[in-house]
Every structure is written in C-alpha cells, then in structure tokens.
C-alpha cells in the first residue's frame, strides 16, 4: 500500500522552529520527486517547497524562502522540512506529496500521492 506519512507538527511560538518529517511506504522513493504544501484555515493549499530526486534540485515558495528547507534521506525514504523563524502566518496544516514529475509538484497539479497532514500551530 502506497503511503506518506507527515509528523512533527506540534504548537510553537513566533521565532521558533520545527522539523516536519514525511515517511513514504510501498513506492520507489528515490524515483520520485517530493513536496511540502499547506493548507490554513479558509484557504486554499499552497506550495512550499519541492526537492528532485536526486535532491540536486530545490525550490520554495517566496514567502518561506530562507527559512524553511527541504532535505531527504533516500535509504530512509523520507523527506524533511527543516522550519526556522516561524510566524503566525505559517499557521497551517501541511502536506507532504510525492509524484515522478518534479515539475508537476511545482505547478501543484494532479500529484500521485498524498500524505494526511499534519497540524502546525505558531503563537503570536
């Protein structure tokens, strides 16, 4: 069964930090791309950040750009979001997302797999 699974969502003031972590079971995860996108109360989900493959390509959003990093570990067939210097505004509930076309992650089309979600909250 093909599955994403995000945690390390969690509570955390203004300025702090968290890692997410996504664990993929029952695909290749080293023949696919991967993508965190969030989703806050009222709005639709966004982009955020997408690495290739390989990890010789990254890309993010504007607005966590320089604070937010996107790593993986192909033996442990993971992905991370590495999030520092948090704000109220990043409030949301994010996803991780896997597909073979890393372009189709940036566009956010009609991605392969998706994980459940995990809850991040930033207090002001």
């Known amino acids: 069964q093909v599955q994403l699974v995000e945690s390390g969502g969690g509570l955390v003031q203004a300025g702090g930090s968290l890692r997410l972590s996504c664990a993929a079971n029952?695909?290749?995860?080293?023949?696919?791309?991967m993508g965190w996108f969030r989703q806050a109360p009222g709005k639709e989900r966004e982009f955020v950040a997408a690495i290739s493959w390989s990890s010789g390509s990254t890309y993010y959003a504007d607005s966590v750009k320089g604070r937010f990093t996107i790593s993986r570990d192909n033996a442990e067939n993971t992905v991370y979001l590495q999030m520092n210097s948090l704000k109220s505004e990043d409030t949301a509930v994010y996803y991780c997302?896997?597909?073979?076309?890393?372009?189709?992650?940036?566009?956010?089309?009609?991605?392969?797999?998706w994980g459940q979600g995990t809850l991040v909250t930033v207090s002001s």
């Open positions: 029952g695909l290749t995860f080293s023949n696919y791309a």
């Open positions: 997302a896997a597909d073979p076309s890393y372009g189709l992650i940036l566009v956010k089309g009609n991605l392969e797999v």
